[in-house]
């Protein structure tokens, strides 16, 4: 079977609008995506722990000289600025990882929104137990301090029609600055599906 993926990674650097110049405030890139139930999504992301801005360009959440991102629900649409709880974030159980096909939506959502600080709820055949939200011994850091800069992410498979408008706690601010996005997952029409199949 033809699969085509797609990726959601993040682009720009720690500041706010003026420091960034000529660069820009984090976003998640694409912004929005428009996808059907053939298409597999990425979900990845760099950062450092080191970068100097000179005391330039340090405004926002955490450590200094640091970048941090996760991926959570939204509770409402892209205007808010609330996630849901893991408990309530629904989405998560249309989707299946092809990189770790063991994990549940449950699983996903966890390793997303600590930047993989915890790779699951109890453990994988590719997430040790240790480093799970039931086992690992260090919790993470409310600003996401000791979470990795840079994460992994999932290979994402959809099983039906679905959306989310999702958003990153620690950069989206109640201010100008916003870090979200949206995918919408509709279901390949017949025609898709066998043009696929010849290719």
């Known amino acids: 079977k033809q699969w085509y993926q797609r990726r ?25 995506l428009a996808i059907t139930t053939d298409d597999l ?12 801005n000179n005391n330039d360009g340090n ?18 649409d892209i205007s808010g600025s609330y996630p849901y709880t893991i408990a309530k974030a629904s989405f998560w159980n249309n989707v299946e990882s092809l990189t770790d096909p063991e994990a549940t939506g449950e699983d996903i959502a966890i390793g997303l929104a600590s ?8 453990g994988t055949d590719t997430c040790p137990a ?6 690992k011994k260090t919790k993470m850091d409310d600003k ?6 840079s994460y992994s992410g999932h290979v994402l498979k959809f099983k039906k029609a679905c959306s989310i408008n999702y958003l990153c706690t620690r950069n989206n601010s109640f201010s100008n600055r916003s870090q979200k996005g949206t995918i919408w997952v509709r279901k390949s029409s017949k025609a898709e599906v066998k043009k696929r199949a010849e290719k």
């Open 144 to 149: 996401m301090n000791n979470a990795p800069a």
């Open 41 to 52: 999504v990425h979900v990845q992301w760099t950062g450092s722990n080191t970068h100097n």
């Open 8 to 32: 959601v990674r993040v682009m720009g650097k720690r500041g706010n609008l003026e420091q960034t110049v000529p660069s820009t405030e984090y976003d998640f890139v694409p912004s929005s």
């Open 130 to 135: 240790s480093e799970s939200l039931d086992k």
């Open 59 to 76: 405004a926002g959440e955490g450590t200094d000289g640091t970048d941090r991102h996760n991926l959570m629900q939204m509770s409402g």
């Open 115 to 122: 930047s993989g600080h915890y790779c699951a709820k109890s």
